[in-house]
C-alpha cells in the first residue's frame, strides 16, 4: 500500500489542489460547479449580533432559546464545511460577556446592562460549541463606535464609559463615538480586547472596517481641538489621522503578542486602500471613497508593518462593476499582502438583489471564489450569516453540492510558528453495527495541539493525505476519540490521523490503520471491549 506524504508545512500557504488552465473570463459558468475544493482555505462567515441581525436574532430569546438558535446556527455552517466564525461580541462599548469594563450588551438580554437570567456565559457558551463542531471561534470587536443614535445616551446607566470620561467621545451627526486622537482612548479599547484575550479561548480578534466614521456630507469631524494638541509635528490633520489609528492597531498587536503569541488579529477593511489616480501603489479603480483617504485607515501599511496576519476586505462589488470591478480589486490585493493571509469578504446579502441588479445570479459569487482559488488566495469569508442560512438564490446550496464538498482546513500562519506537531500514535479502530470508533494518543510532547484531523480510505486506495475529498472530521475536542458513522458498507476501511497546532500547521499522519467492517454487534458489546482494552470506561467516551 502506497503512503503518500508531501511537504508543504514550512511555508505559507502559496497554492491549492486544483490547476485551472483557462482564463478567467473564457471559463464558462456551468462548470464552476466541478471545481475541486483546495484543501486549505479559510471559510468564514460573519455573525453580527448589533440590531439583532443574525444573533441573536431577537433581544427577547430566553437564555435557552438563544442557546438553541446559536447551535442551529453553528449547525448549519458546518453542513456547508465552513471552518471559522467571526462572531461580534462588542458591537458599541457593550459585550456579550461579563466585562470588568463594559456593561451587557442589550442586543443580548433588551437592557444595556442586564445579565442573561439565569446566568450563563454566553462567550464562553458559543466557543466551546464552536470547537465542537471543528471550526474557530474569532471574536469581532467594533473599536471605536459608542452609539448609533445618540438620543440613547439618557438610557445609559451612570457606571457607563461615556458618563466617567465624558471627555473621550465626540459626536459625529447622529452617531457618538471614541476620539481616536486621545491616547487614553487607544490604551482603554487595547485594554477591553486583552481582556478577552486573556480570559478566553478564542483562536483570533477580529476588528471591523470603522475607524473614523463613514464621511457624511456637510458634517465635520470635531477634533480642533485633539489636534492642537497632539497634531503639532503634522501639516495636514489627515495624516495625523492616520497616525492616530496606525498607533492604535500597533499597540493592539503589540499588545496580544505578548498577550498570547498564538493569537491571529486581523481586520476587515473598507476595500479600496487607494485609486491609481491618487498613489501609483494603488488599485485600477474609481470609486469615490477610499479606506486611506475617507476612513483615514492605512490598511496596506499595517500589512506591510506585520502588525496583523490577516486582512479581509469587504469587497462587496461585483465583477461588472464600473467602478470597482470585483477581479480588479482582488488580484490587487493579491499584489499587496506583504506575506501575510487574504480572505475576501463576499456580500452574500446581495444575492437577495434589493441592493444592487447586477447580484441578481447566484453565479456572481461563485464567479467570485472561483477567481480566488485562481489566484490562491488563502480563503473567503461571507456576510452574512442569516444571508447564508436563509440560502439566498440558492447559494449555500451551492456551497454543499459543489464549492465545498470537501473539508477544508485552515491555512497556516507559519511567520507564528512553521513547526508542525508530532502525529498521533497508537490508533487503534473498534467495529459496531453503527459505525467503527476511533480511539488514539497524542505525543508525549504534545506542542500546543488544537485538533486532529481523521482521514478516511478505501482497501485499495492511495493514502494521500493532501487530497481533501479523504478527510471525514476535523475534530477539536479534548477526548482522543472519534466515531465514524458515515460509512459506506461493508469492506476494509484504512485510517489516518493528524494533528493540528494553534498555527494550523499539520503534523505528519499516523500509521495506517486498517479494520474489516462488518454490520454486526452492538454499541453495548463494542464499548465493553473497548473499554477494557483502553481502561477508559467513562461516560465521556460514551456516543
Given at each position: 500500500?502506497?503512503?503518500?506524504?508531501?511537504?508543504?508545512?514550512?511555508?505559507?500557504?502559496?497554492?491549492?489542489?486544483?490547476?485551472?488552465?483557462?482564463?478567467?473570463?473564457?471559463?464558462?459558468?456551468?462548470?464552476?460547479?466541478?471545481?475541486?475544493?483546495?484543501?486549505?482555505?479559510?471559510?468564514?462567515?460573519?455573525?453580527?449580533?448589533?440590531?439583532?441581525?443574525?444573533?441573536?436574532?431577537?433581544?427577547?430569546?430566553?437564555?435557552?432559546?438563544?442557546?438553541?438558535?446559536?447551535?442551529?446556527?453553528?449547525?448549519?455552517?458546518?453542513?456547508?464545511?465552513?471552518?471559522?466564525?467571526?462572531?461580534?461580541?462588542?458591537?458599541?462599548?457593550?459585550?456579550?460577556?461579563?466585562?470588568?469594563?463594559?456593561?451587557?450588551?442589550?442586543?443580548?438580554?433588551?437592557?444595556?446592562?442586564?445579565?442573561?437570567?439565569?446566568?450563563?456565559?454566553?462567550?464562553?457558551?458559543?466557543?466551546?460549541?464552536?470547537?465542537?463542531?471543528?471550526?474557530?471561534?474569532?471574536?469581532?470587536?467594533?473599536?471605536?463606535?459608542?452609539?448609533?443614535?445618540?438620543?440613547?445616551?439618557?438610557?445609559?446607566?451612570?457606571?457607563?464609559?461615556?458618563?466617567?470620561?465624558?471627555?473621550?467621545?465626540?459626536?459625529y451627526g447622529k452617531a457618538k463615538l471614541f476620539n481616536p486622537a486621545l491616547p487614553e482612548v487607544r490604551s482603554y479599547i487595547t485594554e477591553v480586547i486583552a481582556d478577552v484575550a486573556r480570559r478566553y479561548e478564542i483562536d483570533g480578534v477580529h476588528l471591523d472596517d470603522y475607524f473614523y466614521p463613514y464621511p457624511t456630507e456637510n458634517i465635520e469631524i470635531k477634533d480642533e481641538k485633539q489636534f492642537l494638541q497632539y497634531g503639532k509635528t503634522f501639516s495636514n490633520k489627515a495624516d495625523w489621522r492616520r497616525e492616530n489609528i496606525n498607533q492604535f492597531v500597533a499597540q493592539l498587536s503589540q499588545t496580544l503578542k505578548q498577550t498570547k503569541p498564538y493569537l491571529k488579529f486581523?481586520?476587515?477593511?473598507?476595500?479600496?486602500?487607494?485609486?491609481?489616480?491618487?498613489?501609483?501603489?494603488?488599485?485600477?479603480?474609481?470609486?469615490?471613497?477610499?479606506?486611506?483617504?475617507?476612513?483615514?485607515?492605512?490598511?496596506?501599511?499595517?500589512?506591510?508593518?506585520?502588525?496583523?496576519?490577516?486582512?479581509?476586505?469587504?469587497?462587496?462589488?461585483?465583477?461588472?462593476?464600473?467602478?470597482?470591478?470585483?477581479?480588479?480589486?482582488?488580484?490587487?490585493?493579491?499584489?499587496?499582502?506583504?506575506?501575510?493571509?487574504?480572505?475576501?469578504?463576499?456580500?452574500?446579502?446581495?444575492?437577495?438583489?434589493?441592493?444592487?441588479?447586477?447580484?441578481?445570479?447566484?453565479?456572481?459569487?461563485?464567479?467570485?471564489?472561483?477567481?480566488?482559488?485562481?489566484?490562491?488566495?488563502?480563503?473567503?469569508?461571507?456576510?452574512?450569516?442569516?444571508?447564508?442560512?436563509?440560502?439566498?438564490?440558492?447559494?449555500?446550496?451551492?456551497?454543499?453540492?459543489?464549492?465545498?464538498?470537501?473539508?477544508?482546513?485552515?491555512?497556516?500562519?507559519?511567520?507564528?510558528?512553521?513547526?508542525?506537531?508530532?502525529?498521533?500514535?497508537?490508533?487503534?479502530?473498534?467495529?459496531?453495527?453503527?459505525?467503527?470508533?476511533?480511539?488514539?494518543?497524542?505525543?508525549?510532547?504534545?506542542?500546543?495541539?488544537?485538533?486532529?484531523?481523521?482521514?478516511?480510505?478505501?482497501?485499495?486506495?492511495?493514502?494521500?493525505?493532501?487530497?481533501?475529498?479523504?478527510?471525514?472530521?476535523?475534530?477539536?475536542?479534548?477526548?482522543?476519540?472519534?466515531?465514524?458513522?458515515?460509512?459506506?458498507?461493508?469492506?476494509?476501511?484504512?485510517?489516518?490521523?493528524?494533528?493540528?497546532?494553534?498555527?494550523?500547521?499539520?503534523?505528519?499522519?499516523?500509521?495506517?490503520?486498517?479494520?474489516?467492517?462488518?454490520?454486526?454487534?452492538?454499541?453495548?458489546?463494542?464499548?465493553?471491549?473497548?473499554?477494557?482494552?483502553?481502561?477508559?470506561?467513562?461516560?465521556?467516551?460514551?456516543?
Amino acid at each position: 500500500m502506497i503512503y503518500k506524504q508531501t511537504k508543504m508545512r514550512n511555508s505559507i500557504f502559496k497554492g491549492t489542489l486544483l490547476t485551472i488552465t483557462v482564463f478567467f473570463g473564457l471559463f464558462p459558468l456551468q462548470m464552476v460547479a466541478q471545481i475541486k475544493s483546495p484543501k486549505r482555505e479559510m471559510r468564514g462567515v460573519w455573525i453580527a449580533s448589533v440590531m439583532n441581525l443574525d444573533f441573536p436574532s431577537s433581544n427577547k430569546l430566553s437564555v435557552q432559546a438563544q442557546q438553541q438558535e446559536f447551535i442551529r446556527i453553528l449547525d448549519e455552517h458546518a453542513k456547508s464545511k465552513l471552518n471559522a466564525v467571526f462572531v461580534q461580541i462588542r458591537p458599541q462599548t457593550d459585550a456579550f460577556y461579563f466585562s470588568p469594563y463594559e456593561h451587557w450588551s442589550e442586543w443580548l438580554t433588551g437592557k444595556h446592562g442586564t445579565m442573561p437570567q439565569p446566568y450563563y456565559d454566553p462567550l464562553a457558551f458559543m466557543i466551546t460549541e464552536t470547537h465542537a463542531r471543528g471550526m474557530e471561534f474569532h471574536a469581532w470587536f467594533n473599536p471605536f463606535r459608542v452609539l448609533t443614535d445618540t438620543t440613547k445616551a439618557k438610557n445609559l446607566p451612570d457606571t457607563h464609559i461615556t458618563k466617567k470620561q465624558p471627555t473621550w467621545f465626540m459626536d459625529y451627526g447622529k452617531a457618538k463615538l471614541f476620539n481616536p486622537a486621545l491616547p487614553e482612548v487607544r490604551s482603554y479599547i487595547t485594554e477591553v480586547i486583552a481582556d478577552v484575550a486573556r480570559r478566553y479561548e478564542i483562536d483570533g480578534v477580529h476588528l471591523d472596517d470603522y475607524f473614523y466614521p463613514y464621511p457624511t456630507e456637510n458634517i465635520e469631524i470635531k477634533d480642533e481641538k485633539q489636534f492642537l494638541q497632539y497634531g503639532k509635528t503634522f501639516s495636514n490633520k489627515a495624516d495625523w489621522r492616520r497616525e492616530n489609528i496606525n498607533q492604535f492597531v500597533a499597540q493592539l498587536s503589540q499588545t496580544l503578542k505578548q498577550t498570547k503569541p498564538y493569537l491571529k488579529f486581523g481586520i476587515s477593511p473598507f476595500p479600496v486602500w487607494r485609486n491609481q489616480a491618487q498613489d501609483a501603489n494603488g488599485s485600477a479603480t474609481t470609486g469615490g471613497l477610499t479606506a486611506y483617504d475617507h476612513l483615514f485607515a492605512d490598511t496596506r501599511l499595517w500589512l506591510s508593518k506585520g502588525w496583523i496576519d490577516y486582512i479581509a476586505p469587504q469587497n462587496y462589488f461585483s465583477h461588472q462593476s464600473d467602478k470597482v470591478p470585483y477581479k480588479t480589486l482582488t488580484e490587487w490585493w493579491a499584489k499587496n499582502t506583504f506575506g501575510r493571509h487574504l480572505y475576501i469578504g463576499h456580500a452574500v446579502y446581495k444575492l437577495s438583489g434589493k441592493e444592487d441588479s447586477k447580484w441578481t445570479d447566484k453565479g456572481e459569487i461563485k464567479q467570485q471564489l472561483q477567481l480566488n482559488r485562481q489566484l490562491n488566495l488563502q480563503g473567503s469569508i461571507f456576510y452574512s450569516s442569516k444571508s447564508l442560512t436563509t440560502n439566498l438564490l440558492g447559494f449555500q446550496d451551492s456551497l454543499r453540492n459543489s464549492l465545498n464538498r470537501h473539508y477544508a482546513l485552515l491555512p497556516p500562519m507559519t511567520w507564528k510558528d512553521n513547526v508542525p506537531p508530532p502525529p498521533p500514535t497508537q490508533v487503534e479502530a473498534f467495529c459496531a453495527k453503527e459505525g467503527i470508533l476511533l480511539y488514539w494518543k497524542s505525543s508525549q510532547n504534545v506542542k500546543d495541539v488544537v485538533g486532529y484531523v481523521i482521514y478516511r480510505f478505501g482497501k485499495d486506495e492511495v493514502i494521500d493525505i493532501e487530497n481533501p475529498s479523504h478527510i471525514i472530521a476535523v475534530h477539536r475536542q479534548e477526548k482522543t476519540v472519534f466515531i465514524d458513522q458515515n460509512l459506506q458498507g461493508n469492506g476494509e476501511y484504512v485510517y489516518v490521523i493528524t494533528a493540528l497546532d494553534r498555527a494550523n500547521n499539520e503534523s505528519l499522519g499516523s500509521t495506517p490503520t486498517k479494520i474489516q467492517y462488518k454490520d454486526s454487534g452492538s454499541w453495548a458489546d463494542f464499548l465493553q471491549t473497548f473499554a477494557q482494552w483502553a481502561n477508559l470506561w467513562d461516560k465521556s467516551v460514551t456516543p
